[in-house]
């Protein structure tokens, strides 16, 4: 967590008391925990995505409480399971996380496999293979 997070309080009583920051293509994805003005705590999950046109970002946030968090962890364990297990079995997972976060970075039009609205197919071996000659130098 940022140090320029911790306390930051948010106009409406709500602290910040943690934060994770996940980017992921074109999307950036923020994991915060938030105290009320009674000391309990919550989870916002928000998905923020630059604009087409260059100005500003969408963005769109789950308010997770704590007594959901158990029922959240279990669905989005088991939707993850099922996509990885029925849908796309051969589907090399670890992919992008060879990759650099400055794969990502670029221009609004280049296309990003998260950007794609189409299915994602799993990886020719060509693809896999170029992948895994690229990743030793993005490993340093």
Known sequence: ?????????????????YSEKIRAGK???????RATRSNDYYITITE???????????KHKIF??????????AALDQTIDHVKTNLMPDYDYNEFD???????EGSS??????ASSAPAE????DAKEKVDELSTTWED
Do not use: W
């Not at 039009?109 to 998260?114: D, K, L, R």
């Not at 799993?122 to 071996?125: K, L, Q, V």
């Open 27 to 33: 999307r950036t994805y923020f994991f915060d925990v």
């Open 122 to 125: 799993a990886p020719s071996d």
């Open 48 to 58: 923020s995505k630059r604009r087409f046109n260059g100005h500003g970002y969408d």
């Open 109 to 114: 039009n280049e296309s990003t496999p998260a």
């Open 1 to 17: 967590m940022d140090d320029d997070f911790k306390g930051r309080d948010d106009s409406r009583g709500r602290d910040e008391v």
């Open 64 to 73: 997770l409480y704590k007594e959901d968090f158990n029922k959240f962890m």
């Open 98 to 104: 060879r990759r650099p976060e400055s794969f990502y």
